[in-house]
T-cell receptor, first 110, second 114 residues
Framework: NAGVTQTPKFQVLKTGQSMTLQCAQD?????MSWYRQDPGMGLRLIHY???????DQGEVPNGYNVSRSTTEDFPLRLLSAAPSQTSVYFC?????????FGQGTRLTVV | AQSVTQPDIHITVSEGASLELRCNYS??????LFWYVQSPGQGLQLLLK??????LVQGIKGFEAEFKRSQSSFNLRKPSVHWSDAAEYFC????????????FGQGTELSVKP
């Protein structure tokens, strides 16, 4: 049982490049979400999903896209990276009460 | 709108001393409440959670938290801090019907003096 797995762990992008952060969970949780963590701001919700085919925006969705084609996977796409998207990104899944987090992806946009 | 406030950005305590980290929330009804801990470069680990019932909740690593509805608070406590407790601590709230949609406070960084 691997829990929540995020790849890659580190990434450097140039402004304007696109990329996808991968997230997979093997706990059969319906609920999955993406957060970004910035110093002094805690974790802020980007997008979340309550099941395959259903996604919704969180607090800071601009510049990010998501899709949920399977229960296991919830990728986060940056279509045109900007320096303001430099952050640590956490994927999480929920059994209904609370979240189980992945180890994070540290993204730097130069 | 829901919100969580952790008034202390950074706290330093001596090893063996007691600890209390403050958390205040804003929510119309009784929410789900959580405390998470994050060691440097790591993900977040759940320390404890409150949904209903006994307002004093026990967690892992010797931590406990008390829900006080009248003060909209959910403070985290530990009677005797160990050097390994140095980390960042996050309080979070979720609506009762959306237990996975957590809103986090800004975090409190704990340093432990020998």
């Amino acid at each position: 049982n691997a829990g929540v797995t995020q790849t890659p762990k580190f990434q450097v992008l140039k402004t304007g490049q696109s990329m996808t952060l991968q997230c997979a969970q093997d706990m059969n949780h319906e609920y999955m979400s993406w957060y970004r963590q910035d110093p002094g701001m805690g974790l802020r919700l980007i997008h979340y999903s309550v099941g395959a085919g259903i996604t919704d925006q969180g607090e800071v969705p601009n510049g990010y896209n998501v899709s949920r084609s399977t229960t296991e996977d919830f990728p986060l796409r940056l279509l045109s990276a900007a320096p303001s998207q430099t952050s640590v990104y956490f994927c999480a899944s929920s059994p209904g009460q609370g979240l189980i987090f992945g180890q994070g992806t540290r993204l730097t946009v130069v | 709108a829901q919100s969580v406030t952790q008034p202390d950005i950074h706290i330093t305590v001596s090893e063996g001393a007691s600890l209390e980290l403050r958390c205040n929330y804003s929510y119309g009804a009784t929410p789900y409440l959580f405390w998470y801990v994050q060691s440097p470069g790591q993900g977040l680990q759940l320390l404890l959670k409150y949904f209903s019932g006994d307002t004093l909740v026990q967690g892992i690593k010797g931590f406990e938290a008390e829900f006080k509805r009248s003060q909209s608070s959910f403070n985290l406590r530990k009677p005797s801090v160990h050097w390994s407790d140095a980390a960042e601590y996050f309080c979070a709230v979720a609506p009762w019907n959306q237990g996975g949609k957590l809103i986090f406070g800004q975090g409190t960084e704990l340093s432990v003096k020998p």
